[in-house]
């Protein structure tokens, strides 16, 4: 679960979910705006798909298949969208080694 999540936040900002990476310190807010964008979309799409009758709701998820219904990005990124705003704010980059 938290592998699929972390591919989606990776596909999201463009950049390929390796081992060994960096986000830098100069890039991070424009990172920044993509991923909470992401999460503007998938907050409208789920209200979308609550006013929706299910058989609809179904088939719009079968055809987007973006994001487990009932599982909100926003809620699921959360911390690492504060870890990013957080690194950006101290001029500082993302790295990661797995």
């Known amino acids: 679960m938290l592998s699929d999540l972390t591919e989606r936040i990776f596909t999201i900002l463009g950049k390929p979910l390796a081992q ?3 986000l830098t310190a100069a890039e991070l807010p424009n990172l920044i705006l993509l991923l909470e964008g992401a999460i503007i ?4 799409q ?3 798909s ?3 009758p299910q058989l609809e709701s179904l088939e719009a998820s079968s ?3 973006t994001a487990p219904k009932g599982d ?3 809620r699921r990124a959360f911390p690492f969208l504060e870890l ?4 950006a704010t101290a001029a500082e980059p ?3 080694d797995i």
């Open 41 to 44: 979309q998938d907050q409208q």
């Open 94 to 96: 993302i790295v990661w």
């Open 63 to 65: 055809a987007s298949r």
């Open 84 to 87: 990013m705003k957080q690194a």
């Open 50 to 52: 609550q006013s929706k």
């Open 72 to 74: 909100p990005l926003g």
């Open 46 to 48: 789920q209200r979308q």
């Open 20 to 22: 060994r990476g960096i």
